[in-house]
């Protein structure tokens, strides 16, 4: 990754400017404070008249160096994230753009918004996924991984219907991460996805009606009794 991070100052506060062509340039703010007459542009300092100079160079520093490790981190384990995605990283204090990272992320965000059940759901889902494609960068995923995780759940003898819904799980996924802009590239736009294939439901018949209605009065516990007739 070639990258430059330039400073700009904004309504006196101080900003980041990351540059990594051929990708506009995004704009990470320090939250430090620094009237303009007191910013050396020449010289990317604060001035020795600003009353809080010597604590603001030092944490303009500490989180300069906080970013460009992150940079570093990222070029020694071969990824190649966006300038979008490295800001993303940096403002959120860790690391979301790797599956097991995000699907973390959004379980606790969708606590209390959804059931336990429903969370456990898609944490099997997506360890489904995770189990194929390993804990792979969200932004490697492309259709060619969809093809053959839904090739590797049919193989596992899933039904119609379950591949259906893992799938779809799958789908929720990336569509909060493309919402979040942790990925630019929606991967389902070149897959076809499974089409549902709804059960087939299979009829009591009426001898076997008759037969569960002459069992009803046997049946002692009322809540299971009430389940059967309705």
């Known amino acids: 990754m070639n ?8 309504k006196e506060v101080l900003f980041f400017e990351l540059s990594m062509p051929p990708e506009r340039e995004v704009l990470i703010s320090t939250g430090i404070k620094v009237p303009e007459k007191y910013w050396d542009k020449e010289n990317n300092t604060i001035k020795r008249g600003h009353s809080n100079a010597d604590r603001d160079s030092i944490n303009l520093k500490t989180k ?8 570093l981190k990222a070029q020694i384990d071969g ?5 979008r995605q490295i800001k993303d990283i940096y403002s959120n204090g860790r ?3 790797r599956i097991n990272a995000f699907l973390d992320d959004y379980c606790e965000r969708m606590s209390g918004k959804r059931s336990e059940v429903t ?7 997506i360890g489904h996924f995770i189990k194929k494609t390993g804990n792979i960068d969200l932004g490697e995923i492309n259709d060619r991984h969809l093809i053959d995780f839904e090739n590797y759940l049919k193989a596992q003898e899933y039904s119609a219907t379950y591949v259906f819904m893992v799938i779809r799980t799958v789908r929720q996924i990336i569509n909060d991460a493309l919402k979040r802009k942790v990925i630019t590239d929606d991967p389902f736009a070149l897959y076809e996805r499974p089409q549902y294939i709804a059960p087939k439901k299979q009829f009591l ?21 009430e389940t059967i007739i309705y």
């Open 205 to 225: 018949t009426l001898e076997e009606l008759k037969k569960l209605e002459n069992h009803l009065p046997k049946v002692k516990d009322s809540v299971f009794r």
């Open 3 to 10: 990258y430059k991070i330039y400073y700009r100052l904004r």
């Open 95 to 97: 690391d979301i753009t």
């Open 79 to 83: 990824r190649a994230l966006t300038a």
């Open 119 to 125: 969370i456990q759901k898609i944490k099997t889902h």
């Open 64 to 71: 300069r160096n906080a970013l460009e490790d992150i940079i």
